[in-house]
């Protein structure tokens, strides 16, 4: 069978009606089958681009919340070393000032130590003095009783009292 035989051998009116029918079902097709299809694949096309165009900025705002975290992390380090500063220093000035406050309180309680012995020394002088000036007097009174006689006596009370009386 050759091209001319094949040719022949076709049946014109039925490839017509099929050629008809084939586009009418193109038609129908396309009328309500395809624009819909298409117009459900550019709402899909849309969704998928709005979709994109989402997670690029979700991407961008959570870039940007990491860099806003990053610098308050870095600013919570750099406060806490500054509390950490400020609390090293604070202590070290209340450790000098218990220093200098003990060695104010250590000063003091010399010098009322050795107030105190001072006034003690003078007491215990002064007590000294007293019995020393007792002794003296007790001793003067044995000698001079026994080595004086009531002339002489009644002299010293004299002279004595002109003394007192002078004082």
Do not use: C, H
């Amino acid at each position: 069978m050759d091209m001319m035989d094949f040719i022949a051998d076709i049946q014109w009116g039925n490839a017509l009606y099929q050629l008809v029918i084939f586009s009418l079902l193109i038609w129908v097709v396309s009328r309500w089958a395809l624009k819909p299809l298409l117009g459900v694949m550019k709402k899909r096309e849309q969704q998928v681009n709005d979709n994109l165009d989402n997670a690029e900025k979700s991407r961008a705002e959570a870039e940007q919340y990491l860099e806003q975290q990053r610098e308050e992390l870095k600013k919570a380090r750099e406060d806490t070393q500054a509390m950490i500063d400020n609390a090293n220093k604070m202590s070290e000035q209340q450790a000098k000032e218990i220093l200098d406050n003990a060695k104010a309180e250590g000063e003091r309680l010399k010098e009322a130590a050795a107030a105190d012995i001072n006034r003690e020394k003078e007491q215990a002088l002064e007590s000294v003095r007293d019995q020393v000036a007792s002794l003296s007097v007790a001793i003067a009174t044995k000698v001079i009783e026994k080595e004086l006689d009531e002339d002489e006596q009644e002299k010293l009370i004299d002279s004595y009292l002109k003394e007192v009386g002078n004082e």
